[in-house]
Nanobody, 127 residues
Framework: QSQLVESGGGLVQPGGSLRLSCAVSGPTAGYGAIGWFRQAPGKEREAVSCINSSDGSTTYAASVKGRFTISRDNGKNTVFLQMTSLGPEDTAVYYC????????????????????WGQGTQVTVSS
């Protein structure tokens, strides 16, 4: 089993930046892939980004490409999501997910493919 804890959410102004963190623990924490998802009120949970544990390769949804950057701290099994140029459309609860058997190709696997999830952290973009 893996445990995931997100942090770093909060209120930011349009055009601002925010960095989210996802701490992963458990016997398979260093395997598979880590994904970021978000869910806005009244909308489906959507994929944001993914990073593969094996080679560090990354994938982004078209809506965030060029604005968000996913990275990892290998020693502490922590994954980050650096968000810039934020707009109201980015307002959502952001979730971190992990699966020890997944590999993200040129897309982020569907939310149903991920085994473990964090509790989520709220990101609100408003002036």
């Amino acid at each position: 089993q893996s445990q995931l804890v997100e942090s770093g959410g909060g209120l930011v102004q349009p055009g601002g930046s925010l960095r989210l963190s996802c701490a992963v623990s458990g016997p398979t924490a260093g395997y598979g892939a880590i994904g970021w998802f978000r869910q806005a009120p009244g909308k489906e949970r959507e994929a944001v980004s993914c990073i593969n544990s094996s080679d560090g390769s990354t994938t982004y949804a078209a809506s965030v490409k060029g604005r968000f950057t996913i990275s990892r701290d290998n020693g502490k099994n922590t994954v980050f999501l650096q968000m810039t140029s934020l707009g109201p459309e980015d307002t959502a609860v952001y979730y971190c997910a992990q699966d020890a058997d997944l590999y993200c190709p040129d897309y982020v696997p569907d939310k149903a493919d991920w085994t473990y999830w964090g509790q989520g952290t709220q990101v609100t973009v408003s002036s």
